[in-house]
């Protein structure tokens, strides 16, 4: 079946520092990658996507690039802010499945 | 741009009461879903919707039913609820049709069962 996993949170940074956070996926077929972001008391909304292997998905300064060779879309930001404070979701999906699999998500506390 | 709409959104039950959640989106999006949000859970499919007139069963679905009422609608039905149902549900949208699995979410409703 289709999985994510992302690393453990929560991940506190102070401001300006580099961000990753890791996800890998298991996924039957060819699927599309995503990140979601979550800001305290709010839904989830879309960051940034990739459909397709080497693609690189870019939003508000967020990048990740769709690894099919180490099954990997890791999500990386140059100079966090505090306003980046939020829970990051890695999800993927692939066509056929009418459904997006969603990993646990990881917090990220940026202080000032 | 209201997007997703979700109500309520905070509700206290007692085990045992029955309630539905409802779900509404304005963007004419053919597959809609129920997730429920639980500490290092993530999130897990309850139902979802794929168009009118259609629904199926996701990763959770013991203790819940749903009625794609239009295209617009989507509820979410406790028929006798327990503690362990003590969450944060989401509904989402998509377009579909092909689906590209980009989901737009409601706010959430957190419902606790005392």
Same mark, same amino acid.
């Given at each position: 079946?289709?999985?994510?996993?992302?690393?453990?949170?929560?991940?506190?940074?102070?401001?300006?520092?580099?961000?990753?956070?890791?996800?890998?996926?298991?996924?039957?077929?060819?699927?599309?990658?995503?990140?979601?972001?979550?800001?305290?008391?709010?839904?989830?909304?879309?960051?940034?996507?990739?459909?397709?292997?080497?693609?690189?998905?870019?939003?508000?300064?967020?990048?990740?690039?769709?690894?099919?060779?180490?099954?990997?879309?890791?999500?990386?930001?140059?100079?966090?802010?505090?306003?980046?404070?939020?829970?990051?979701?890695?999800?993927?999906?692939?066509?056929?499945?009418?459904?997006?699999?969603?990993?646990?998500?990881?917090?990220?506390?940026?202080?000032? | 741009?209201?997007?997703?709409?979700?109500?309520?959104?905070?509700?206290?039950?007692?085990?045992?009461?029955?309630?539905?959640?409802?779900?509404?989106?304005?963007?004419?999006?053919?597959?809609? @879903?129920?997730?429920?949000?639980?500490?290092?859970?993530?999130?897990?499919?309850?139902?979802?919707?794929?168009?009118?007139?259609?629904?199926?069963?996701?990763?959770?679905?013991?203790?819940?039913?749903?009625?794609?009422?239009?295209?617009?609608?989507?509820?979410?039905?406790?028929?006798?609820?327990?503690?362990?149902?003590?969450?944060? @549900?989401?509904?989402?949208?998509?377009?579909?049709?092909?689906?590209?699995?980009?989901?737009?979410?409601?706010?959430?409703?957190?419902?606790?069962?005392?």
């Amino acid at each position: 079946g289709n999985s994510v996993t992302q690393m453990e949170g929560p991940v506190t940074l102070s401001e300006e520092a580099f961000l990753t956070i890791n996800c890998t996926y298991t996924a039957t077929g060819y699927p599309s990658l995503f990140w979601y972001v979550q800001y305290p008391g709010e839904g989830l909304q879309l960051l940034l996507k990739a459909t397709k292997a080497d693609d690189k998905g870019s939003n508000k300064g967020f990048e990740a690039t769709y690894r099919k060779e180490t099954t990997s879309f890791h999500l990386e930001k140059g100079s966090v802010q505090v306003s980046d404070s939020a829970v990051y979701f890695c999800a993927l999906f692939v066509g056929g499945y009418q459904k997006v699999t969603f990993g646990t998500g990881t917090k990220l506390q940026v202080i000032p | 741009n209201a997007g997703v709409t979700q109500t309520p959104k905070f509700q206290v039950l007692k085990t045992g009461q029955s309630m539905t959640l409802q779900c509404a989106q304005d963007m004419n999006h053919n597959s809609m @879903y129920w997730y429920r949000q639980d500490p290092g859970m993530g999130l897990r499919l309850i139902y979802y919707s794929a168009s009118e007139g259609t629904t199926d069963k996701g990763e959770v679905p013991n203790g819940y039913n749903v009625s794609r009422l239009n295209k617009r609608e989507f509820s979410l039905r406790l028929e006798s609820a327990a503690p362990s149902q003590t969450s944060v @549900y989401f509904c989402a949208s998509s377009a579909g049709q092909p689906n590209t699995g980009e989901l737009f979410f409601g706010e959430g409703s957190r419902l606790t069962v005392l």
